[in-house]
Protein backbone atom coordinates (compact mmCIF):
# COMPACT_ATOMS: atom_id res chain seq x y z
CA UNK A 1 0.00 0.00 0.00
CA UNK A 2 2.82 2.60 -1.24
CA UNK A 3 4.08 3.29 2.73
CA UNK A 4 0.50 4.20 3.61
CA UNK A 5 -0.83 3.06 7.05
CA UNK A 6 -4.34 3.78 8.92
CA UNK A 7 -5.08 4.01 12.22
CA UNK A 8 -7.23 2.34 13.75
CA UNK A 9 -8.56 -0.16 11.07
CA UNK A 10 -12.07 -1.43 12.66
CA UNK A 11 -13.66 1.05 15.48
CA UNK A 12 -17.17 1.26 16.72
CA UNK A 13 -18.28 3.96 18.35
CA UNK A 14 -21.96 6.02 19.91
CA UNK A 15 -23.66 8.35 18.57
CA UNK A 16 -22.68 12.06 19.66
CA UNK A 17 -18.84 10.76 20.41
CA UNK A 18 -15.73 12.06 19.06
CA UNK A 19 -13.90 10.21 16.24
CA UNK A 20 -10.36 10.21 15.01
CA UNK A 21 -8.68 8.70 12.14
CA UNK A 22 -5.14 8.69 11.78
CA UNK A 23 -3.32 8.44 7.82
CA UNK A 24 0.23 8.10 8.45
CA UNK A 25 2.45 7.77 5.25
CA UNK A 26 6.36 6.92 4.61
CA UNK A 27 6.53 8.55 0.84
CA UNK A 28 6.96 11.93 1.54
CA UNK A 29 4.58 12.84 -0.60
CA UNK A 30 2.64 16.57 -0.51
CA UNK A 31 -1.18 15.85 -1.46
CA UNK A 32 -2.78 13.74 1.07
CA UNK A 33 -6.83 12.82 0.85
CA UNK A 34 -9.78 11.62 3.06
CA UNK A 35 -12.41 9.71 0.88
CA UNK A 36 -15.23 7.45 2.48
CA UNK A 37 -17.00 4.33 0.49
CA UNK A 38 -20.61 3.74 1.05
CA UNK A 39 -22.46 1.07 -1.49
CA UNK A 40 -23.84 2.89 -4.75
CA UNK A 41 -21.67 6.08 -4.38
CA UNK A 42 -18.20 4.79 -4.70
CA UNK A 43 -15.59 7.07 -3.13
CA UNK A 44 -15.69 10.65 -2.57
CA UNK A 45 -13.61 13.05 -0.99
CA UNK A 46 -14.20 14.74 2.65
CA UNK A 47 -10.71 16.64 2.98
CA UNK A 48 -7.63 16.98 1.14
CA UNK A 49 -4.37 18.03 1.88
CA UNK A 50 -1.57 20.28 -0.22
CA UNK A 51 1.15 20.49 2.38
CA UNK A 52 2.01 21.16 6.15
CA UNK A 53 -1.11 23.03 7.26
CA UNK A 54 -2.94 23.86 3.95
CA UNK A 55 -5.90 21.94 3.59
CA UNK A 56 -9.39 22.29 1.82
CA UNK A 57 -12.55 20.41 1.62
CA UNK A 58 -14.25 18.37 -0.41
CA UNK A 59 -17.32 17.42 -2.01
CA UNK A 60 -19.03 15.73 1.08
CA UNK A 61 -16.80 17.63 4.29
CA UNK A 62 -20.08 18.67 6.48
CA UNK A 63 -18.87 17.31 9.71
CA UNK A 64 -15.41 16.35 9.87
CA UNK A 65 -12.67 18.11 10.11
CA UNK A 66 -9.00 17.31 9.56
CA UNK A 67 -5.71 18.59 10.45
CA UNK A 68 -1.82 18.35 9.21
CA UNK A 69 0.77 19.44 11.53
CA UNK A 70 3.41 17.50 9.22
CA UNK A 71 3.94 16.02 6.06
CA UNK A 72 3.58 12.53 6.97
CA UNK A 73 -0.11 12.48 9.45
CA UNK A 74 -2.98 13.49 8.03
CA UNK A 75 -5.90 13.58 10.70
CA UNK A 76 -9.28 13.22 9.93
CA UNK A 77 -11.88 13.96 12.80
CA UNK A 78 -15.50 13.61 13.92
CA UNK A 79 -16.64 16.24 16.19
CA UNK A 80 -20.03 14.33 17.01
CA UNK A 81 -19.92 10.72 15.09
CA UNK A 82 -23.71 10.40 13.55
CA UNK A 83 -25.00 7.03 12.34
CA UNK A 84 -24.79 8.56 8.83
CA UNK A 85 -21.21 8.70 9.22
CA UNK A 86 -20.64 4.73 9.67
CA UNK A 87 -18.75 3.59 6.32
CA UNK A 88 -15.08 2.95 5.24
CA UNK A 89 -12.56 5.76 5.23
CA UNK A 90 -9.60 5.91 2.51
CA UNK A 91 -6.68 7.70 2.79
CA UNK A 92 -4.92 8.82 -0.07
CA UNK A 93 -1.55 10.54 -1.31
CA UNK A 94 -0.13 11.81 -4.08
CA UNK A 95 2.94 13.71 -5.56
CA UNK A 96 4.44 15.23 -8.26
CA UNK A 97 4.82 12.51 -11.52
CA UNK A 98 8.04 10.72 -12.47
CA UNK A 99 7.51 13.04 -15.50
CA UNK A 100 7.21 16.23 -13.80
CA UNK A 101 3.63 16.64 -15.18
CA UNK A 102 1.97 17.50 -11.76
CA UNK A 103 0.09 15.50 -9.21
CA UNK A 104 -1.67 12.02 -11.35
CA UNK A 105 -1.75 8.90 -9.50
CA UNK A 106 -2.87 8.25 -5.83
CA UNK A 107 -2.08 5.57 -3.11
CA UNK A 108 -4.47 4.00 -1.32
CA UNK A 109 -4.21 2.52 2.17
CA UNK A 110 -5.84 0.30 3.77
CA UNK A 111 -9.12 1.52 5.32
CA UNK A 112 -10.39 1.94 7.98
CA UNK A 113 -14.03 0.85 8.52
CA UNK A 114 -16.27 2.92 11.31
CA UNK A 115 -19.45 2.09 12.87
CA UNK A 116 -21.46 4.62 14.84
CA UNK A 117 -24.29 2.98 16.44
CA UNK B 1 -22.42 15.92 -10.29
CA UNK B 2 -19.27 15.11 -12.11
CA UNK B 3 -19.60 11.70 -11.04
CA UNK B 4 -18.30 9.15 -13.46
CA UNK B 5 -21.05 6.46 -14.23
CA UNK B 6 -19.61 2.86 -15.10
CA UNK B 7 -21.29 0.34 -16.93
CA UNK B 8 -21.96 -2.21 -16.14
CA UNK B 9 -22.43 -2.63 -12.77
CA UNK B 10 -21.90 -6.09 -12.22
CA UNK B 11 -20.18 -8.81 -14.77
CA UNK B 12 -19.84 -12.43 -14.78
CA UNK B 13 -17.49 -14.08 -17.00
CA UNK B 14 -15.53 -16.71 -17.73
CA UNK B 15 -11.50 -17.26 -17.14
CA UNK B 16 -9.81 -16.82 -20.34
CA UNK B 17 -12.60 -14.63 -21.80
CA UNK B 18 -12.35 -10.59 -22.43
CA UNK B 19 -13.75 -8.33 -19.71
CA UNK B 20 -14.98 -4.74 -21.11
CA UNK B 21 -16.22 -1.85 -18.83
CA UNK B 22 -17.11 1.49 -19.80
CA UNK B 23 -17.29 4.51 -18.05
CA UNK B 24 -19.07 8.12 -18.59
CA UNK B 25 -18.31 11.49 -17.64
CA UNK B 26 -19.34 14.94 -17.56
CA UNK B 27 -16.98 17.54 -17.65
CA UNK B 28 -13.55 18.17 -19.37
CA UNK B 29 -10.92 16.51 -17.25
CA UNK B 30 -6.57 16.34 -17.06
CA UNK B 31 -6.88 12.93 -17.27
CA UNK B 32 -8.69 9.59 -16.37
CA UNK B 33 -7.32 6.68 -14.08
CA UNK B 34 -8.83 3.30 -13.33
CA UNK B 35 -8.52 0.99 -10.52
CA UNK B 36 -9.04 -1.92 -8.95
CA UNK B 37 -10.36 -3.02 -5.59
CA UNK B 38 -10.59 -6.11 -3.54
CA UNK B 39 -12.74 -7.09 -1.28
CA UNK B 40 -11.91 -5.43 2.10
CA UNK B 41 -8.63 -3.74 0.42
CA UNK B 42 -7.78 -0.26 -0.37
CA UNK B 43 -7.98 0.59 -3.96
CA UNK B 44 -5.12 -0.03 -6.35
CA UNK B 45 -4.05 2.37 -9.49
CA UNK B 46 -4.35 0.38 -12.94
CA UNK B 47 -3.41 2.88 -15.76
CA UNK B 48 -4.12 6.84 -16.51
CA UNK B 49 -4.57 7.72 -19.90
CA UNK B 50 -4.45 11.56 -20.15
CA UNK B 51 -6.34 13.67 -22.05
CA UNK B 52 -4.71 14.08 -24.97
CA UNK B 53 -4.19 10.48 -25.34
CA UNK B 54 -6.74 7.89 -26.80
CA UNK B 55 -5.48 4.85 -26.52
CA UNK B 56 -3.24 2.90 -23.84
CA UNK B 57 -1.93 -0.39 -22.88
CA UNK B 58 -0.54 -1.92 -20.35
CA UNK B 59 0.01 -5.83 -19.90
CA UNK B 60 -3.65 -7.40 -20.31
CA UNK B 61 -5.39 -3.81 -19.59
CA UNK B 62 -6.18 -1.48 -22.57
CA UNK B 63 -7.83 2.05 -22.03
CA UNK B 64 -9.08 3.82 -24.30
CA UNK B 65 -10.66 7.81 -23.65
CA UNK B 66 -13.16 9.48 -26.32
CA UNK B 67 -13.01 12.81 -24.59
CA UNK B 68 -15.72 13.90 -27.60
CA UNK B 69 -18.12 11.27 -26.45
CA UNK B 70 -16.64 11.58 -22.53
CA UNK B 71 -16.25 8.41 -22.37
CA UNK B 72 -13.91 5.96 -21.70
CA UNK B 73 -13.48 1.69 -22.01
CA UNK B 74 -10.84 -0.48 -19.93
CA UNK B 75 -10.47 -3.94 -21.78
CA UNK B 76 -9.07 -7.12 -19.69
CA UNK B 77 -7.81 -9.73 -21.93
CA UNK B 78 -7.71 -13.61 -21.54
CA UNK B 79 -8.96 -12.91 -17.60
CA UNK B 80 -8.01 -15.16 -15.09
CA UNK B 81 -9.72 -15.43 -11.66
CA UNK B 82 -7.52 -13.23 -9.62
CA UNK B 83 -8.92 -10.35 -11.73
CA UNK B 84 -12.26 -10.62 -9.68
CA UNK B 85 -12.50 -7.31 -8.01
CA UNK B 86 -14.45 -4.24 -8.20
CA UNK B 87 -12.79 -1.28 -11.02
CA UNK B 88 -13.47 1.92 -10.41
CA UNK B 89 -12.65 4.23 -12.85
CA UNK B 90 -11.95 8.56 -12.04
CA UNK B 91 -11.51 11.32 -13.59
CA UNK B 92 -9.21 14.09 -12.68
CA UNK B 93 -9.63 17.97 -12.55
CA UNK B 94 -8.48 21.02 -11.89
CA UNK B 95 -5.02 22.30 -10.87
CA UNK B 96 -4.69 19.82 -8.35
CA UNK B 97 -6.10 16.95 -9.91
CA UNK B 98 -8.90 16.21 -7.83
CA UNK B 99 -10.74 13.14 -9.02
CA UNK B 100 -14.20 12.18 -8.59
CA UNK B 101 -14.79 8.43 -8.59
CA UNK B 102 -17.29 6.56 -10.33
CA UNK B 103 -19.58 3.84 -8.74
CA UNK B 104 -17.39 0.84 -10.22
CA UNK B 105 -18.04 -2.43 -11.60
CA UNK B 106 -17.97 -5.48 -9.75
CA UNK B 107 -16.24 -8.10 -12.32
CA UNK B 108 -16.29 -11.76 -11.39
CA UNK B 109 -14.14 -14.37 -12.94
CA UNK B 110 -15.40 -17.67 -13.17
CA UNK B 111 -12.89 -20.44 -13.12
Known amino acids: DAGITQSPRHKVTETGTPVTLRCHQT?????MYWYRQDPGHGLRLIHY???????DKGEVSDGYSVSRSKTEDFLLTLESATSSQTSVYFC????????????????FGPGTRLLVL | SQQGEEDPQALSIQEGENATMNCSYK?????LQWYRQNSGRGLVHLIL?????REKHSGRLRVTLDTSKKSSSLLITASRAADTASYFC???????????FGTGTLLAVQP
Open chain 1, 92 to 107: AISGISELGTGIETQY
Open chain 1, 27 to 31: ENHRY
Open chain 1, 49 to 55: SYGVKDT
Open chain 2, 27 to 31: TSINN
Open chain 2, 49 to 53: IRSNE
Open chain 2, 90 to 100: ATGFGATNKLI
